[in-house]
């Protein structure tokens, strides 16, 4: 099995899936958006997984191609394990993607440093490649409590600083445990409709930003630096190497 599609349902359960049953748009079937679907716990039953994968099945639905990350094994952020494979994996999949969804839990009021650890090896650029600019960003988040909206407003601010395009709505879910059923699938509700409307709204956002993209972010002070560096964007490291030098 892909573990990229480990989303997706035996073909028995297909017939029932709710989302099967949603009237939902079809967007280009014939070139699909790209998406990357993040979230943040290692937990045997984790219901940001959980979560994540019914954002990855609905876009899927209407017609993305998405992968969905898994973080197991993924090392801290340090200097020397940048060619570890969970890094290079999820530095790829990034480059790769158009859009992405993030889904963290909200932990001790912030999110988890399983999430913020991915965030932490995406860095603003590789080589000349910028890995998030441009991307299109949902938020959500879930709760093992009552309401909140730490976790999203912080993974707001994450994705303006990795220059993405963050779309108005989101997702938070209280109580998770009470709000999936015995299959690991989301119930009925008005959080449920939520989470159907965010994941339309990407998917829209992201085809109406597709044909833009480049244009969006071509960046005079990128483009000056790479004339000054052979077409090439330098990394932090990179410039702080130039600075020691002047």
Known sequence: MNLWKSFRLPVASLKECWVNKLDLPKFQPENPIKILVLYGSLRQRSFSRLLAYEFARLLEKMGADVRVYDPTGLPLKDDVNDTHEKVVELRQLSEWSEGQVWCSPEQHGQITGVFKTQIDWIPLSIGSVRPTQGRTLAVAQVNGGSQSFNAVNTLRVLGR??????????????????????NDRLKMSGYRDRVIDVAEELAKITVIMRPHADHLIDRYSERKEKAANDG?????????????KD
């Open 232 to 244: 090439k964007l330098l990394s932090q490291g990179e410039k702080e190497e130039l600075t020691k």
């Open 161 to 182: 600083w990795m220059r993405m395009f963050t779309i108005p709505n989101q997702s938070s879910i209280p109580k998770a445990w009470t709000e999936f059923d015995e």
